[in-house]
């Protein structure tokens, strides 16, 4: 399975932006989609998810993202609003195939103030 994430780059403090990872290889059944953040010399950051179940998101981001998926394509989007400083960071997208996690490459985000 490999990941193809895009959309990340350079935006001003409360633009808009939307990172994109496309799943392809052989996928059998995607189970979890996800996107984590990480910021050098921190932990890499779950900020929003996509299961079965629903969807949910870091307190840091609630109300300001969405994540969506389009399950004929093996895609997840992440659709960020009212971006903040704070929010810059390399962005990695996340699928669980069975039970076999994948990373994305890694998309980087920097939010000028």
């Known amino acids: 399975v490999q990941l193809q994430a895009s959309g990340g780059g350079l935006v001003q403090t409360g633009g808009p932006l939307r990172l994109s990872c496309v799943a392809s290889?052989?996928?059998?059944?995607?189970?979890?989609m996800a996107w984590y953040r990480q910021v050098p010399g921190n932990q890499r950051e779950l900020v929003a998810t996509m299961t079965t179940s629903g969807s949910g998101y870091a307190d840091s981001v609630k109300g300001r993202w969405i994540i969506s998926r389009d399950y004929a394509k093996n895609t997840v989007l992440l659709e960020m609003d009212n971006l903040k400083p704070e929010d810059t960071a390399v962005y990695y997208c996340y699928v669980m195939v069975g039970v076999t996690n994948y990373w994305g490459q890694g998309t980087l985000v920097t939010v000028s103030s």
């Open positions: 290889g052989r996928i059998l059944g995607i189970n979890d």
